[in-house]
């Protein structure tokens, strides 16, 4: 597969991640509110607009166009979980390389109360042990029983993204926290403790996309969507996690199809954005994205090529559910646009997000450029 | 639909494809995740047995807690000698 037109992000923008409780109307307007005001982008410029929530809220991208003052063609409202937000960006991308829209606003947007990933009572095949960490704890024994990987490679991603999120105003943790702190928070299902989880909060994130001919009037510093994977294999854990193969299958085939379809390699990437909800994840994310080895992912933790979370990841900044993808998103494209502040690395190229739900049976992996 | 297959399994026995203990529940439980006849169901073990990977099990209960949830409750097979 390939892009049939190219598609940018032309601007992004992020709200603070917080534990309140603001409206999610008001929050889901903040971050656009924000790219209007700095930006030269009108409002009238944009004809599509996808939110990206868990809110059960009806109507809710039709209300959020009311109160920004947007009158596109189309508006509607997209639930996958924690991979909401970067189908949502998928989506709209889509809408443009098919000729459908020229410029979308994508927002992510999520309350601690509507946070419905908190438990998945759907999954029946789950019992009583319905909570992510029991999935991720449960990944986590049999990486480490097949693969080495310690207690102390798991902790030190959560170091590692703590320490970037302390450089980020907008994250939700700005404290640095040690190996030893981690290794002695509270145990929550064994070997995952409370530092190896990332926290459910409130936030929300806006990315415009436009056609090429639309980014060229709107921006001089387009980012480029150059590739898109994504792949469900199933809803529940009944199919998952069989005895031969310890990793995430759909982002192992998400990120073939974005590879191939950015005609990038691994060691392409400059930056990523990985689904690092506990600490486990990320090292399996290192392995399934094929940036080491299967199995080596406890050891890559502490390599220096690649910058990864720069903002801080899910630990660092928080996980609002639905937001999620769309700030990834947003801070890759301000990342190879040079306008990340504080986290900026310095001479990204290149750049990747994943994103993934309910125990890794979807995901969704995006290949940025400049 | 069309995948949708309904059996009834005489002998609910399964294997042990991962397990661990659960510190954010009522009290300490452990629990794995169970094979039986090609699904994967996760429920409590039994806190007297070792568990270890592989390990045959039997389905000794379920149902549904009064909070609406599931459970499902695993304790280790034995398979039963036959009379004299």
Known sequence: ?????????????????????????????????????????DRTEVDSVIVSTCSMLQYT?????????????????????????????????????A??????????????????????????????????????????????????????????????????????????FRNKITLEEVINSKKISDPIKLLDSSYVCSGSSAVILASKEKAKKLTDNPVWIKGIGQKTT??????????????????????????????????????????????????????????????????????EQLSINPRGGLLGCGHPIGCTGVAQVAEIAAQLAGRAGQTQVKGCKTGLVHNMAAAGTSSSVLVLGQ | MSRVRLRKIRTPVGHLIEYTTAYNMSRPLKFGIVNIGGINIIGSLDLSISPSVGMKVKMINCGISPNGTPFYEFDKYVKRRGKS
């Open chain 1, 1 to 41: 597969m390939e892009m049939r037109e190219e598609v940018a992000v032309i601007a992004s923008a992020t709200s603070r991640f917080t534990k309140k409780e603001p409206s999610i109307l008001e929050l889901s307007c903040q971050p656009a509110l924000k790219i209007f005001r700095e930006t030269n982008i």
């Open chain 1, 61 to 97: 991208s039709s209300i959020v166009c009311e109160m920004l003052g947007i009158r596109p063609n189309k508006s509607c409202r997209l639930d996958n979980l924690c991979n909401s937000g970067s189908i949502a960006i998928a989506s709209a991308c889509s809408e443009i390389a």
């Open chain 1, 99 to 172: 000729g459908f829209s020229d410029c979308a606003l994508v927002i992510g947007a999520e309350i601690i109360s509507n946070s419905s990933a908190k438990k998945l009572e759907w999954d029946l095949t789950r019992g009583q042990f319905n909570h992510p960490v029991h999935w991720a704890s449960l990944f986590a024994r049999s990486h480490m029983r097949k693969f080495g990987t310690t207690e102390e490679q798991m902790a030190l991603v959560a170091v590692k993204n703590r320490k970037n999120s302390s450089k980020n105003p907008l994250a939700l």
């Open chain 1, 234 to 303: 199933c809803a529940s854990l009944s199919q998952l996690l069989s005895k031969h193969d310890v990793g995430f299958t759909t982002t192992q085939e998400a990120a073939r199809q974005a590879y191939k379809m950015s005609q990038k390699r691994p060691e392409d990437i400059d930056v990523a954005e990985l689904h690092d909800a506990f600490t486990i994840t990320e090292i399996m994310a290192y392995e399934d994205l094929f940036l080491t080895k299967k199995g080596e992912g406890g050891k890559f933790v502490t390599q």
